[in-house]
């Protein structure tokens, strides 16, 4: 049988007893000022992360500090990092500040001492957010690439993806610069992310205004982007993936005409009037209607041809889809268009095009691992500030987990799965004259990847 006892709840402030019911024998007693504790038992492990990528140091660099240098309490440094670390944990909020102002880890963390000095506020975050210039916006820019080359310690990779998309990010009243889509039925904003397909890094998250329709002018940006990396690796092939609307005549253009060396490209191409004529596509058609007729079962066949649109100045290998899985229903006919010759249609189309589904996962977790679509600033460039932390903190969490887990049972887990089960951790704080002592749970569920990503910081030391 439950019986009654006394939980005594003990607060500095406002001592109370509160009466419940429990399943033992023994009064239990709850204390808040007894010892020093803190629920973000991985920002040491973190912490120890940002500064091998010196993102800190880095993106305060980039920024121009405006403030009157008397009145300045806390350095560039110490906010960018943290509002990185509070997003790594969950707490993507302006006014998560002052939810943890005096929490002992983020103090240490971003102050190096849990006594004295607390983090910012929430309106010294906001006046940072809102003080950043289009100058330092533009460096910020050019930062995210050059970290992305130096991620790979001086040794040029033989072949990277550049996978492009853009995004919906719903705004909250009336921001700056959004727009009513139609298409995903809200008012947003549409970025633009290039993530690098086989390590998953996020090369670049570039804000930019919500739109009508799904027309996409990247051309500029994505010729910028090859340009800065072909300086670094003379000799890496570089192929730009992405749907129909990144099908730009001035980028296969600019790759044609100047003979860019080892730029590839697969796009989506929107089908029209033109294309549908063309005499390989009819053959298509009927071929798999009269397959899907006699045999009954889902039908699909491939064929290429030359194509040159009205805009484009050379032409381009086209290569098309045609599908057929239900009885009186009409082919599924679908087009991409690409300058790579080594590879036949079908596997230019299942092996090439539709990896790009990767894209979308990554941006997933971009959202959900370290909550990149929370842009409710009212001004757009501190819109564009805020995405370029996100994207900071989400290239330091799977920088962590590349690095720190590799081998253990989280190793290819999501963010938010490790920010769960590993960085949330409760752990007790002792700060000494000569050290700060953490205690982590004894039983911790998972004991075995914590052991492992401390270790391999002790190591690294």
């Known amino acids: 049988m439950c019986k009654d006892s006394h939980f005594s709840v003990t607060n500095q402030e406002n001592p109370e007893k509160i009466l419940l019911r429990s399943v033992i024998n023994l009064p239990i007693e709850a204390r808040m000022y007894s010892m020093v504790l803190s629920g973000f038992g991985g920002i040491p492990m973190l912490r120890q992360e940002a500064d091998h990528l010196s993102i800190a140091r880095q993106l305060s660099s980039c920024i121009v500090d405006r403030r009157r240098k008397y009145l300045v309490r806390h350095s560039l440094e110490e906010l ?149 990396i072909r300086a670094a690796w003379p000799d890496t092939t570089i192929t730009v993936r992405g749907d129909s609307h990144f099908c730009s005549h001035e980028l296969m253009d600019w790759v044609g005409l100047t003979l860019q060396r080892k730029v590839l490209f697969v796009t989506g191409l929107a089908a029209n009037s033109v294309l549908m004529d063309k005499p390989v596509v009819k053959q298509l058609m009927e071929k798999v209607r009269h397959d899907y007729g006699m045999f009954r079962h889902p039908v699909r066949e491939y064929g290429e041809f030359f194509y040159k649109a009205g805009s484009w100045t050379l032409p381009q290998r086209v290569v098309v889809k045609v599908e057929m899985t239900k009885m009186g ?69 799977l920088s962590f987990s590349d690095r720190a887990l590799k081998g253990t049972g989280l190793e290819n887990a999501e963010l938010l799965t490790i920010r769960e089960r590993l960085l949330l951790t409760a752990v007790s704080i002792k700060v000494r004259k000569t050290k700060v002592v953490i205690d982590y749970p004894k039983h911790h569920p998972m004991k075995k990847e914590l052991c492992h990503a401390l270790r391999f910081y002790e190591q690294a030391a």
């Open 329 to 397: 229903g009409q082919p599924n006919i679908r087009f991409i268009v690409s300058n790579i010759r080594s590879v036949d249609a079908r596997g230019l189309y299942e092996t090439t095009y539709c990896q790009r589904g990767k894209d979308e996962l990554y941006i997933r977790h971009f959202k959900e691992g370290v909550k990149g679509d929370r842009l409710s600033c009212h001004s757009f460039n501190a819109n564009r500030l805020r995405i370029f932390l996100h994207g900071m903190a989400y290239n330091l969490m």
């Open 80 to 228: 960018i990092m943290t509002r990185i670390l509070q997003i790594c944990l969950g707490y993507e909020d302006l006014n998560d500040c002052d939810r943890n102002l005096k929490e002992a880890l983020m103090k240490l963390a971003v102050n190096g001492d849990a006594r004295e000095k607390d983090i910012c506020s929430s309106a010294t975050m906001c006046r940072f957010e809102n003080s950043v210039t289009e100058e330092d916006l533009v460096r910020i820019q050019e930062l995210f690439v050059t970290m992305f080359i130096l991620s790979y310690k001086g040794k040029a990779p033989s072949h990277i993806i550049l996978d492009c998309d853009d995004t919906d990010i719903d705004t909250y009243g009336k921001q700056e610069q959004t727009i009513f889509n139609t298409y995903y039925d809200s008012f947003c904003f549409m970025p633009l992310m290039v993530f690098e397909v086989y390590s998953g890094r996020l090369i670049l998250p570039l804000l930019k205004p919500g739109r009508r329709n799904k027309t996409a002018n990247v051309s500029d940006t994505l010729q910028w982007l090859i340009t800065t």
